[in-house]
């Protein structure tokens, strides 16, 4: 089964903060996703990535920053983090077809 | 942006009975998805429709696809307390790195 591991569940950050997410999956797949998920707004691509040291931003990416320095892990990074950022953050990744999440992050900044 | 919207954005229904949801895009795709969320999770796929197939099952699930109307139903059969959950459409438009663009989703409830 594939298995993506994100690092915490729970997060509780202040503002300003620099806030590191990740993510790791253990099945060699090529393209790798950081989503936030908003009540009433569905999910939300922040950054993908197809290959290690690529990276694309997605329809938000503004405030966030990615990074693949090994095909496995993808990580993103809330420079400054802002009370607006708080919210669920969902990792993915896959080959083709379908995409396999991790569990969540719920991070709340005050 | 959101290229899926699903309808109706809430369902209860009870047990036993059938649950349709449907999905609504804007552009051309390569194929749909769906996923279902339980509360507090991360997704789970549930099955791929492409855009030349019109039909699919997998258990439960039926998918449809009207490329012609841009829009997918999927109806769950015999619903069952455990289908509670949220679920999204996806439309994968054939972007470079299987980029999906995700719907608002519909709150399924099934009452024991």
């Known amino acids: 089964d594939v298995k993506v591991t994100q690092s915490s569940r729970y997060l509780v950050k202040r503002t300003g903060e620099k806030v590191f997410l990740e993510c790791v999956q253990d099945m060699d797949h090529e393209n790798m996703f950081w989503y936030r998920q908003d009540p009433g707004l569905g999910l939300r691509l922040i950054y993908f990535?197809?290959?290690?040291?690529?990276?694309e931003k997605g329809d938000i990416p503004e405030g966030y920053s990615v990074s693949r320095e090994k095909k496995e892990r993808f990580s993103l990074i809330l420079e400054s983090a802002s009370t607006n950022q708080t919210s669920m953050y969902l990792c993915?990744?896959?080959?083709?077809?379908?995409?396999?999440f991790g569990p969540g992050t719920r991070l709340t900044v005050t | 942006s959101q290229q899926g919207e699903e309808d109706p954005q809430a369902l209860s229904i009870q047990e036993g009975e059938n649950a349709t949801m449907n999905c609504s895009y804007k552009?051309?795709?390569?194929?749909l998805q769906w996923y279902r969320q339980n509360s507090g999770r991360g997704l789970v796929h549930l099955i791929l429709i492409r855009s030349n197939e019109r039909e699919k099952h997998s258990g439960r699930l039926r998918v449809t696809l009207d490329t012609s109307k841009k829009s997918s139903s999927l109806l769950i059969t015999a619903s069952r307390a455990a289908d509670t959950a949220s679920y999204f459409c996806?439309?994968?438009?054939?972007?470079?790195?299987?980029?999906?663009?995700f719907g608002g989703g519909t709150r399924l409830m099934v009452k024991p």
């Open positions: 552009t051309s795709i390569n194929n």
């Open positions: 993915a990744s896959s080959n083709r077809g379908e995409q396999y």
């Open positions: 996806a439309t994968d438009a054939n972007n470079a790195g299987n980029m999906l663009t």
């Open positions: 990535s197809y290959d290690v040291k690529m990276k």
